[in-house]
């Protein structure tokens, strides 16, 4: 173990990119400013740094000139379109030890300008989270968007003696009145509200007029700064979990500043996200989804004419691509901040293209979709940042931990021709570490849709050979199950595969960048198709050689552990142990207490959910039989299970439910249960002691 501790301390020093920025210093010379952030395993924590590169394009030459300091926790940052400035909103704990947020202005020459939020007294807790989030610079650089939370009444007992300070609003007995929310990872988030903060005064102006259930966010600057576009999500009747659910009905707006009217800009009945603006302010896109349905399908891509006030449909969802080399459709939580190239025309987006994510670039005028990138060294790539004809980005693959690239972009139809500058002389690379890319065929299915989808793929890692000896196999099933892992850096694989290991990551049918298609294969199939699909994967590596067949275990998170504990159950004795985090193991009982109810009537095939729905028996039995549970009484293989105690998604129940029915039936079990941490389990020490654990698990089982 001692060796374990000692790789996991060493790889869990590698960093990974926040965001960056371009900076052009003079011709062809440019300055990129990164935020890291960096596991610090004796703080238990996640530290953030800078770097600074600069950039000589025509040499094709760049040095990092910077040492790299800790930096100071910011929650949002924004560069002024000038970029001459940068605002920034930090949270730092007083004397008392209250958390306080600042809105800091910071120029050339330092720190111009620090507001104390709280102390303007007009809205609560500043938001930093995925969904909502914004912090944008007006056009003329003197005003700032951004959401937070409505300013709330001060809520104490009937009988609270203390008097209160004079114009503090308060409403007595409702200090335990419960107040929605939008679920995991957004507990805190219960009413939205856009403000805007003039700098030249320093005073804070809330948009009026939105409507009381609709949560506003994505906020972005109208043209000539004339009024706010957002993005604003329906609570119909009550909210459901919003958190990598791109089917939650959602609209453009329009917020008019000068008359307080908010005009709908795009449909009202679908899901949309990421307005983006393009250069000259004359038209914005975004993403487009149908409202219900899986969590996360294929996308379109709108766009909405600022003069004409017509919404056009730039990219259609992509059924069944017609092979591997074609575009399969969009598939992004987001588009980047920066996504417009300076000829008003072209946008660059990162999408999964089967087992890896790649850039794509969209021609708005000629709807021509591109593949940027296509190189069979690097699985995974993230632009950052476009300025100035250059494009900002990491790649990154199994072996090797994301790095800068930078590259110039070419003229329209000559995208595919960018040559990528490395920002650094000699990235990490783990050459001890190999993979490769399977394909593999399912079973066709004769119930339902999809059943003319057949291939899916798994992502392989192997390890050195050490004295000859094949390696056991880690079989590492998603979650979701509409996602997909495309082959990138992940410290955990790397851990394992350090240690001897090879590790199946399997892409099953389901997963996204496959065509719409595969998406809806799947639905009403799960705890069959799926299970098939994960297994046939682990059958065919097998059958290679390259792997010691009589050492075979399975891992897996949230449908990742569904899966694990299907063919657990499913083929009994096969898998020699097995390790799940937060796992789903009854869809029935799960209905009642996820943030997601929808997900269980959307996976179990039945029919549409509907807020007023009360299951029938029938409809609990069906959700029973395509769980895991059902499957119970035939499991042999030893179970380690790790559950956070503040999971919204898959709640701690539904892993202390498998716990107690395996272990009832003697099979070998442990449990382990991390406070602080939600469906994630990502806390800095949360994700250690599960790594350690789950090696000692194996190894004691193998």
Known sequence: MDKAATLFRQLAKNPSVIRSHLHKTQQDCYSVSTVWSQRDLERGESVKFNTTHVVFADTQKAARVATSTESQEELLCSLSPSRKQKAIVQQVKNKKGDEKQYLEIWGPNGKEQSIDLEALDKHGKVYDDDYFSCLEWSSCETQLVYIAEKKQPKKVSYFDPKKTKDGDEVVKGTEHEFLEDWGETLVSRHHPVICIMDLTTETVKIVEGIDEDMSPGQASWAPDDSGIVFVGACHEPYRLGMRACFIRRSAVYYADLKTNNISLLSASDRHVRSVRFSPDRSKFVYLCNDAGGPHWHCSQLMMYDWATKENTLVVHTVMLPDGPDQFPGIYCVSLPKKCWADDNERIFLPTAWRSKEEIVVVNTSTRVVTRVTNDPQYGCWVILDMYDGMILATRNSPNTPPHL????????????????????????????????????????????????????????????????????????????????????????????????????????????????????????????????????????????????????????????????????????????????????????????????????????????????????????????????????DKVKTPILLMIGAEDRRVPPKQGYEYYKAVKARGVQTKLYVYPGNNHSLSKVDCEGDCMMNMYQWFMKYL
Not at 567 to 596: E, H, M, W
Not at 616 to 625: D, F, G, I, N
């Open 405 to 632: 690239v930078l590259g110039q972009v070419p003229s329209a139809g000559e995208e595919h021709t960018i040559s990528w500058q490395c920002l650094d002389s000699q990235p990490l690379a783990y050459n001890d570490i190999s993979w490769e890319i399977v394909v593999c065929q399912g079973e066709p299915s004769k119930e339902g849709s999809g059943a003319d989808v057949l291939e899916y793929e798994c992502i392989l890692l192997k390890p050195s050979q050490i004295e000859d000896k094949k390696p056991p196999l880690i079989v590492f099933p998603h979650g979701g199950p509409h996602c997909v892992v495309p082959a990138k850096y992940m410290l955990s694989c790397a851990f394992f595969c350090k240690m001897g290991y090879a590790i199946l990551i399997v892409n099953y049918r389901g997963s996204l960048g496959f065509g719409q298609a595969g998406v809806l294969s799947l639905p009403g199939k799960v705890g069959s198709q799926d299970v098939k699909d994960v297994h046939g994967a682990a059958l065919q590596v097998l059958s290679t050689g390259l792997v010691d067949k009589e050492r075979v275990v399975v891992m897996g998170g949230s449908h990742g552990g569904f899966l694990s504990t299907h063919l657990i159950g499913q083929y009994p004795g096969f898998y020699k142990a097995c390790c799940v985090r937060n796992p789903v193991v009854n869809i029935a009982s799960l209905l009642g207490s996820t943030d997601i109810p929808d997900w269980s009537y959307v996976e179990a095939g039945l029919e549409e959910f509907k807020p007023h729905f009360v299951p029938t028996a029938k409809t609990y039995k069906e959700m029973l039989q395509r769980s895991p549970i059902a499957h119970v």
